[in-house]
């Protein structure tokens, strides 16, 4: 089966604190890691959660993957809160297969609320930065 990953692509996103670290396309899923860190702000009261309407879609195309399921990050109603704001978090979301070659993809929280969140409006597979895993 093959399995690509892409470390470290571009992207175009609002939020200066969520860093996307890698995609993994395979037949079965698709796979995004991402870094946080909360801000100032977030410090004692803060919390993150994933929102059960999260979509991928390909960039330019209509069909929109659903959000499958996640590790260490909670889909609303559920959230981690924040001790501190040096705490990190690493964290992945899986969505429905999209095909296995190089694309840009987006990835969008809510619909209504394009400008915060977990927007992602061109994520770059580029095969200068792919992986083949087998």
Do not use: H
Request: aromatic letters at 12%; one cysteine or more.
């Amino acid at each position: 089966m093959k399995r690509l990953l892409f470390i470290e692509p571009s992207y175009i996103t609002n939020s200066d604190n969520l860093k996307l670290l890698r995609v993994e396309l395979s037949a079965n899923y698709t796979k995004i890691d991402f870094g946080y860190q909360p801000t100032e702000e977030q410090k004692g009261v803060g919390n993150i959660k994933i929102p059960k309407e999260t979509y991928i879609s390909i960039v330019n195309e209509k069909k929109k993957f659903k959000l499958t399921s996640t590790e260490n990050i909670a889909i609303e109603p559920k959230q981690l809160n924040f001790k501190t704001a040096t705490d990190w978090l690493f964290f992945s979301i899986y969505f429905e297969p999209v095909p296995v070659k190089c694309c840009d993809l987006k990835l969008m929280e809510k619909k209504t609320n394009a400008e915060t969140g977990f927007n992602f409006y061109s994520i770059e597979l580029d095969k200068k930065k792919q992986f083949e895993i087998k």
